[in-house]
């Protein structure tokens, strides 16, 4: 019998015991592939939301590093535009808004100032753009709109007692945007009582690729006020609170379930182990080396592991795709994972596989024949 044609009779032999260890690192496997997943996800959607509006900087309140709670005047736009090297700029109000009959409970709403080169990336399904003009009108993302029954047309309460009419239905790559309302800057300062301010300010410069023209841009605009921070859409995104929480949080769950799983894979070696004493004794008397019984033990722990994380992984996969279907959470995560996540969450299948194996391996290469057969 070839080598790992042993090695996979003695993972079929007990069944039962290894598809219980394959559980418990499928529960590991999975928890990485979908919370990590949906945590970077949650970046990504950040990331595509300013670089296919084709932002290239972003000014916020220094030290806020949620952009929600950032505080400008919105007179500052005005200054930025005329430095030298700034394209366009736009300045922005962020907030939350929930429409609890829905079961949607974090609805991204955004302030922008109408016919800006922020709108060219969206593809509207029905309707029209917002207008300079307008007033009390939104724009909805799709999916949201769906989620709401609403077309063009129909009014919503955006807040209790603020109607507004929806004049356009867009259609976005990302996820985040398309389950977002876009109302006139004006608007929305004036719903959230916020008169004068934004959130934040986007701007495009004439050379993105020039390094230290994009410094100098910087330099100027933090010279123009005190307590700016002046940021990359890349280091903005990475900068951002409920990004680096959700990310943490995902790897610290992430951690309990990795160790659950090589304590059972730790356990069920140590078991096989223990009932194979005899049989590792013949295969010892028959001139196994030692190196040859850990490639065993080794191998029988690693194709466990394996096993349930591809297990997991798949299961993630289809875990997260669902959880795009619950109207909770529509819009805020990406109905994909990243390869990259899938090949941590497989890798931490076979270092489970390997950590688990290891000192069983090592407890079983060290009985000698005489040891064994007298058990």
């Known amino acids: 019998m070839r080598f790992y044609k042993l090695i996979f009779h003695n993972v079929m032999r007990r069944r039962l015991r290894s598809a219980l260890t394959a559980v418990a690192v499928a529960i590991a496997v999975g928890s990485i592939v979908s919370l990590v997943g949906i945590a970077n996800g949650f970046r990504d959607s950040f990331m595509d939301f300013y670089q296919s509006a084709d932002v290239d900087m972003i000014v916020v309140r220094s030290g806020s590093q949620r952009r929600l709670t950032s505080t400008l005047d919105e007179s500052l736009a005005n200054k930025i535009q005329a430095l030298p090297g700034v394209k366009e700029v736009v300045p922005g109000l962020a907030d939350i808004v929930s429409f609890a009959e829905a079961n949607l409970y974090v609805v991204p709403i955004s302030g922008l100032l109408p016919e800006t080169h922020v709108f060219d990336h969206f593809k509207l399904t029905e309707g029209r753009n917002l207008l300079r003009s307008d007033q009390d009108a939104i724009v909805l993302g799709v999916d949201l709109a769906q989620t709401l029954g609403k077309q063009v047309g129909s009014v919503l309460d955006v807040v209790e007692g603020q109607k507004f009419t929806v004049v356009g239905i867009f259609e976005s790559s990302n996820v985040f945007e398309s389950g977002s309302i876009l109302m006139p800057l004006a608007d929305l300062q004036k719903l959230m009582g916020r008169e004068g301010q934004v959130s934040g300010v986007s701007l495009t410069v004439d050379n993105p690729q020039d390094a230290k023209g994009m410094e100098q841009i910087s330099d100027a605009i933090k010279k123009l006020e005190s307590g700016l921070s002046v940021r990359t ?9 409920e990004i680096q929480m959700a990310i943490a949080m995902a790897w610290i769950t992430s951690t309990v379930a990795i160790l659950i799983g090589t304590l059972g894979t730790l356990n069920t070696m140590f078991m096989s182990i223990q009932e194979r004493i005899r049989e ?10 030692r190196k040859r019984v850990i490639a065993m033990i080794l191998g029988e722990s690693i194709m466990i592991s394996f096993i349930g994380g591809v297990f997991g992984a798949v299961s993630a996969i289809i875990l997260v795709k669902l959880l ?5 959470v529509n819009g805020l995560i990406q109905g994909r994972v990243d390869w990259v996540v899938l090949a941590q969450g497989l890798t931490v299948a076979l270092m489970v596989g390997l950590i688990g194996g290891f000192l069983p391996a090592l407890s079983a290469s060290r009985l000698t024949p005489a040891e064994a057969l007298q058990n």
């Open 233 to 241: 859409t890349r280091e903005h995104v990475e900068s951002l609170s």
């Open 280 to 289: 590792i004794g013949i295969l010892r008397a028959l001139g196994w080396e």
């Open 324 to 328: 795009t279907r619950v109207p909770a």
